[in-house]
């Protein structure tokens, strides 16, 4: 019987014992020191002797494979980073744009609640384009909405304010997978994006963590979130004046520009015409064929889903979904309200 007993208790403990390992396993860090028994112990011997010039702007260390005066211009790049061979592409909206599919994001522009970006987020388009140029939102209440449903039917996506290394790098950090730019009028201001948009060595993106880093996020992805960021955001650059127009042939054409986006509301703003009208079409017609000899995609206001060549489209808002929503489960009973001849309902049927 205390054989039993015995053979019952070894049996338990083992079957609890990789849990006690797994506790007891120290998280990774990035910090060396973090989980050393010894902090300090390292050995560093490449690095220079103490308080003597190295000589190592003009000399490089054996075994390099830059020799010669440092040179930032001719720096030969290293392989550190680079992804794992056959690494697939795990951004769906990057992979249905490669194989020609028509892509659909969805506007958050008013909410600011969790629970109804994941709803936007479920519907069925391919990225939810959470608007920051016109909009108050934070980048804080940003991060909160896209990593509460960071693996939703549509991944997220975002229109920065501007072009600048701190918007573009809040957005990605968050985990933004599509980068929408307004209003981008010259080659200069696309390369810049470019910069900020991508990893070195396409860009100089700067490698500073963030929940984009995260388990939860991207931290999982095949090949690792930062070998293989460069080959799955996608960037999209607005044309909105007649100055982009001009350039967009050359804006199109720079390395790392997924699509150009012809704005319906403000190339009409910024040209004084409406659709239709020869001149308004004129500059529409220029972006069409900017987009067409650069080999990239499209895109346009989802009222633009039939127009020839469009192939990525912004749909429309939160707010416009709710309203339209209503009135298709209402039907006919849809603005029956009761009448009232007294306060302030009064009047309004």
């Given at each position: ?35 050393n ?44 980073f ?8 795990w ?20 909410a ?5 970006y ?10 939810v ?12 209440n940003?991060?909160r ?50 910069e ?7 860009g ?145 049927q």
């Amino acid at each position: 019987m205390q054989q039993i007993i015995l053979n019952l208790k070894l049996a338990g403990l083992l079957a609890i014992l990789p849990a006690i390992i797994n506790a007891q396993t120290p998280a990774p860090n990035a910090d060396p020191y973090a989980n050393n028994p010894n902090p300090g112990s390292q050995d560093f011997p490449l690095a220079a002797p103490a308080g003597v010039d190295s000589g190592a702007l003009n000399t490089a260390l054996d075994g390099a494979a830059n020799t010669g005066p440092f040179d930032p211009a001719t720096w030969k790049y290293g392989d550190r980073f680079n992804a794992p061979a056959g690494s697939p592409i795990w951004n769906p909206v990057k992979a249905k744009m490669m194989a020609g599919g028509m892509v659909t994001g969805g506007t958050i522009f008013a909410a600011s609640d969790p629970s109804t970006y994941c709803a936007m987020a479920n519907a069925g388009y391919d990225f939810v384009w959470t608007e920051m140029q016109h909009s108050q939102q934070d980048w804080d209440n940003v991060s909160r909405m896209w990593r509460t449903c960071a693996h939703a039917g549509a991944v997220p996506g975002v229109r920065v304010a501007y072009t600048d290394e701190r918007e573009i790098q809040h957005a990605l950090d968050a985990g933004a997978l599509v980068i929408v730019v307004p209003t981008v009028d010259t080659v200069e201001e696309a390369r810049e994006i470019v910069e900020w948009t991508f990893f070195p060595p396409l860009g100089r993106r700067s490698n500073g963590g963030g929940q984009a880093f995260d388990q939860n996020m991207w931290g999982t992805v095949p090949g690792g979130y930062r070998a293989t960021a460069n080959d799955n955001i996608v960037l999209v650059l607005m044309i909105e004046t007649m100055e982009g127009v001009m350039n967009a042939a050359e804006i199109a054409k720079v390395a790392g520009v997924s699509a150009i986006f012809a704005a319906s509301g403000d190339l009409g703003n910024f040209s004084g015409y409406r659709q239709g009208q020869p001149d308004y079409e004129r500059v529409i017609n220029v972006v069409h064929d900017a987009a067409i000899a650069a080999d990239i995609r499209l895109c346009g206001s989802l009222a633009w889903r039939d127009r020839p060549d469009f192939t990525c489209f912004q749909a429309g808002s939160e707010t416009a979904n709710i309203r339209r929503g209503a009135a298709a489960e209402l039907g006919t009973l849809a603005n029956t309200q009761g009448e009232v001849t007294a306060g302030p309902f009064a009047g309004r049927q």
